[in-house]
């Protein structure tokens, strides 16, 4: 494996002021990278100081932080339970409810990624034995499969080629057949850039006495979201795609209907540092002590939702479908083609087909290492088959994508 210019000079640095009965056990590059320093003779370290490139995140995420957000993020800390950080809390559950039009109480920001906040609405809600109905197109619905396991539900799914959506009347059907106690989809699928319609699936929900639980980490900011008028009863999301905030605190909710099988739960949410029960403490009015919250990072997330709230959401949903409507225009003049049916497609991400010929895994990493500009590969069933690009958040720009459809098409046409 080939080491970086920078990771060599650490790892000289290194190796200059380790003591000799060390050096030979060093012999090669990579040992001496995870090898325990040692404290020992009063050694001092003089390692480089951090030094990361500036790249173009127009990958699946993350995407670029917005300058603005840096700088809050920079902020010194203050305590968990300082009062100006408790005013903070509210005001990241108020911006939260506003961006994802909901009225939920219990709407606030897990410690953690947007898998945390994944989990925190698995553990909540499902109780051993309970039927989970999972609408499966891509990656991240097995995800939601894998934990909804790990918490005992008796995971149904239903499945479609990765790219396509269910159609109100699949699920429907698959609803009739299962009776579940929680239906969960994927809104935004990363994996394939299929947008999953949400609308007239929770009157279904409701007939059958079931809960509907919604990714929506790639499409918070960035795609129409309306919690309460489409009847989500759980969601989540990530920081770090529409929001345009580095990952780290991601976006949880429940409804009161969410709430009620969280009250009447038989056992306990066996997630200690995910139960609601506990964390509706510090985030509501007794304001426990739960975990030290990641002080910076909620800076960040509260900065982030202030400038889409400047905004407004509903510009900055246009603005994202305006771009992509560019970004695939793009494409096509270029002579590729889109992988999912343009009414299904997430302004967020775009899967777009590695034209024949082409080594897309090579051409994705010469993009990073010499143009700075990242742009993920293919996942699962579509490894190898496409490339996935990101226009989130900050990075939703036209000179972005400009600069991305240059660089690609010195790639393809040489
Ligand atoms: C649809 C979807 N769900 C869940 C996740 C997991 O989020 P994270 O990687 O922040 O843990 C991702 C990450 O990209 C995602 O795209």
Known sequence: MRLSATTNIFFLQVIKI???????????K???????????????????????????LLGPGPSNAH?????AMNTAPVGHLDPAFLTLMDEIQSLLRYVWQTENPLTIAVSGTGSAAMEATIANSVEP????LVGVVGY???RLV???????????????????????DEIKTAIETHRPAIVALVHAETSTGARQPLEGVSELCRQYGSLLLVDSVTSMGGVPLYLDDWGVDLAYSCSQKGLGCPPGASPFTMSPNAMEKLQKRQTKVANWYLDMNLLSKYWGKERTYHHTAPINLYYALRESLRLLAEEGVENSWERHQKNAEYLWQGLEDLGMTLH?????RL???TTVKIPEGIDGKTVAREMLLEDNLEVGGGLGELGGKVWRIGLMGYNSRKENVDRLLEVLKKKIKG
């Open 18 to 28: 380790l003591p000799s009965c060390f050096k030979p056990v060093v012999s090669t």
């Open 30 to 56: 990579r040992k001496t990278m995870t090898q325990t320093l040692p404290a020992k003779n009063n050694q001092k370290l003089q390692l480089s100081p951090l030094n990361i490139p500036n790249r173009l």
């Open 67 to 71: 300058p603005d957000v840096l700088k």
């Open 129 to 132: 034995g309970d039927v989970v």
């Open 140 to 142: 991240f619905g097995n």
């Open 146 to 168: 894998d934990m909804a396991q790990r918490y005992g539900a008796d995971v149904r799914t239903i499945t479609k080629p990765w790219g396509q959506v269910f159609s109100l």
């Open 340 to 344: 999912v049916e343009k009414q299904y």
């Open 347 to 349: 302004p967020t991400l």
